[in-house]
């Protein structure tokens, strides 16, 4: 054989190991997404959650009426054209006011998720990593699941609600309070699941011979430790928005949610239980907002658990 052929070889075998290497590269995120793909009703879910975002922040500025100005010629009207969901004791239309109200709830909920998943994965990992730490910390985390989560709510919204609003105003004061509870009493079950993802991690072989060639530890956990235990903190996370999202409407039904002229859907709850009779409208449409959101995600959830398996995959 001669050197050209030989060469021409070589050439060939480099980008065939070049190639496999990039299929190598790119096939878990792209079995995940296969994966996630075959699962219709995450994909419904997607479709459906991101229909209610743009409906939420970005339809009530097509829409021709005020949702706080009161229109009382207009005062409860029943569904029909235009207003679809019909109006409130004040004129108001009940379908774009359902939709403004869904901003503040979306929001809680994605923030108080990005918080109780920070809290979890720090304390998760720490309790894993560090064995003088996993024993004060999981202490810690079941004394946080013993606690009742709504009493708790209600109580520090009480006892701290007017401070709060003084310092950072009505609405601010509120949101900061209401994510800051939601978000520091739901991190207990991400924490738990890290936990156990990183006691099996930190004994692979890749972690010792990190430790072996003298790494430091936080440099392990930030680049060995934590991509690894991200795919159940993904599914915790998409559970968690459902979560926060009920647990407000909940405070909000109960009247210790956001102030009236900037409602939520369990405020808007609140104020149509008792005119239920006079439109039906007014409750059935937030709450169908409030339902499709939650199994929204709940379906998304559900397609990522699935396709992060790799048994499943």
């Known amino acids: 054989m001669s050197e050209t052929n030989m060469s021409e070889d ?15 590269f790119r096939s878990l995120r792209a079995d995940v997404w296969r994966q996630f793909k075959k699962h219709k009703g995450a994909m419904f879910g997607i479709v459906l959650l991101v229909v209610i975002i743009f409906a939420c922040f970005i339809l009530p500025w097509l829409l021709p009426f005020d949702p706080q ?101 009505d609405v601010l004061g509120i949101f900061v309070l209401m994510v800051a509870i939601i978000g520091g009493t739901s991190w207990m079950q991400t924490a738990r699941i890290v936990r156990g993802d990183v006691l099996a991690i930190k004994e692979e072989e890749f972690i010792l011979a990190s430790r072996s060639v003298g790494t430091r530890s936080h440099r392990i956990i930030g680049q060995h430790i934590v991509p690894n235990v991200m795919s159940p903190v993904i599914v915790a996370a998409s559970l968690g928005i459902a979560t926060a999202i009920l647990t407000e409407s909940a405070v909000s039904f109960l009247g210790l949610g956001f102030p009236i002229s900037n409602p939520t859907w369990g405020q808007l709850l609140l104020e149509a239980k008792d005119r239920i009779r006079l439109n039906v409208w007014m409750l059935a449409g937030p709450g169908i907002l409030l339902s499709s959101t939650v199994m929204a995600v709940n379906l998304i959830g559900d397609g990522l658990r699935d396709a992060l398996d790799p048994k499943g995959r």
């Open 10 to 24: 070589t050439e060939h075998l480099t980008g065939a190991e070049a190639a496999n290497e990039m299929i190598a």
């Open 69 to 169: 100005t009161p229109d009382v010629p207009n005062a409860n009207k029943k569904a029909g054209w235009p207003h679809i969901w019909g109006t409130d004791p004040l004129g108001r239309d009940v379908f774009t006011r359902g939709l403004i109200a869904g901003r503040i709830s979306l929001l809680v909920g994605f923030v108080a998720m990005a918080i109780s998943i920070l809290v979890g994965v720090l304390v998760g990992v720490l309790a894993g990593y560090f064995r003088r730490l996993d024993g004060p910390l999981m202490r810690l985390t079941d004394l946080f699941l013993s606690l009742p989560l709504l009493p708790i709510l209600l109580v520090v919204i009480v006892l701290f609600r007017n401070p709060v609003q003084d310092a950072l105003g």
